[in-house]
């Protein structure tokens, strides 16, 4: 049965600890749930439920004193022994463009730098790509542009130490990877290589390659034509719900959704809403919402943001995130959340070599320093603030 999802009015702060939040009522609903939070992706939200559909206001008492909340509403209506639920509405006060705040990982004052902290070569394993988290550690990929390998570096969260670094894993580019924590393995996407559409599972603790599966994408797909599936030639994105215990890939052509199931099985086509003309890069997901990391494309996109869609495509918000490095992946912790950056720089570096040179008309070979510049490229975490 669908059910009527209401709209939210208005959501007031009334006093220090209180929020007033005023919506449409749906007149066939049996009543409302409503959610509300400390972040605007609802990560361990509470709840509170209005039992009468013809109530439009409730007031959230006893909150965190001068603490920002959001909150969101949707109707559910009982038909015998069973409960219907609408979709959520749009949260209140969360803004549909927000600029978040960046704060660099160290410890004891030196900045967490991956590929040197994991005694990696510059020119090696030396870009960083997908980055996930299974809550003690975090894993990020390092590729190599060379021989279009990477390594993972396995990474303790408490104190940043790296305690793994993996043996080349054939995944290609390793654009992005993601934790399933049900099956308790790593899922690293290729992108780009023989096989775009290549996902490939590593064991967390060994760091070595579990199996690789082609994922094919059925003519007939729920939410998508047979175009669609046609389109579908290859994934830059991964991203795994434990809640839904479900998986979800962004497309690399239009940048659309595949909703994958336990055993990476195609379940349905999702069509995004809004989108912005910006480098797509890794993707996140809660239970709720589907983020995903874009980089600027031109010299007038300022910021890398994060576009994020619910589960059924429909646009959220557009968060900005940092400026001057590129944005590659995003991973979260609860309510907090991460993103990996990588910045490309030259250094002028000097060199001793031996010429041949002419003194009084005698050739006679001297040493002499010779400035080059030589292209760098460093990566760091960042904890973004503001979501």
Request: glycine fraction near 6%; charged fraction near 25%; proline fraction near 2%.
């Amino acid at each position: 049965m669908r059910v009527g999802a209401p709209s939210v009015k208005s959501f007031k702060r009334k006093s220090s600890t209180k929020y007033k939040l005023t919506w449409k009522t749906n007149p066939s609903a049996s009543g409302y749930q409503i959610q509300y939070a400390q972040n605007g992706m609802f990560v361990g939200a509470k709840k509170a439920t209005v039992k009468k559909a013809k109530t439009s206001s409730y007031t959230l008492s006893r909150l965190a004193k001068k603490k920002n909340y959001y909150a969101r509403i949707r109707a559910y209506k009982k038909v015998g022994g069973t409960t219907y639920y609408s979709s959520w509405s749009e949260a209140g006060n969360v803004k549909k463009t927000r600029t978040a705040k960046a704060s660099l990982l160290s410890k004891k004052k030196k900045v967490f730098e991956i590929r040197k902290w994991a005694d990696q070569k510059m020119f090696q394993y030396d870009t960083l790509q997908g980055s996930c988290t299974d809550g003690t550690y975090a894993y990020y990929l390092l590729f190599n542009r060379k021989v279009s390998k990477c390594k993972i570096v396995k990474v303790k969260r408490s104190n940043l130490k790296v305690v793994q670094v993996s043996g080349a894993l054939d995944v290609a580019h390793g654009n992005d990877m993601t934790y399933d924590s049900h099956r308790k393995r790593l899922v690293i996407v290729h992108s780009t290589g023989v096989d775009p559409k290549r996902l490939t599972s590593v064991d967390p603790q060994s760091l070595g390659i579990i199996e690789s599966k082609h994922v094919q994408i059925p003519k007939k797909l729920a939410g998508g034509s047979i175009a669609d599936a046609n389109g579908a030639t290859a994934f830059s994105g991964v991203a795994y719900s434990s809640g839904r215990k479900q998986y979800v890939v962004l497309l690399s052509h239009n940048y659309n959704f595949v909703i994958l199931d336990s055993d990476l099985e195609p379940v349905r086509y999702v069509k995004a809403g809004k989108k912005y003309n910006y480098v797509m890069q890794g993707i996140d997901a809660t239970d709720d919402y589907i983020m995903v990391a874009q980089s600027p494309k031109t010299s007038k996109q300022k910021y890398n943001i994060i576009t994020v869609y619910d589960w059924d495509g429909r646009y959220i918000s557009k968060i900005n995130v940092k400026k001057g490095y590129e944005i590659e992946s995003i991973y979260h912790v609860g309510s907090k959340y991460y993103a990996g950056f990588y910045r490309s720089y030259y250094k002028t570096r000097y060199k001793n070599v031996i010429k041949k040179v002419k003194v009084k008309g005698k050739e006679k070979k001297k040493k002499v320093k010779v400035k080059y510049r030589e292209y760098q490229r460093d990566n760091y975490v960042y904890q973004i603030k503001g979501i």
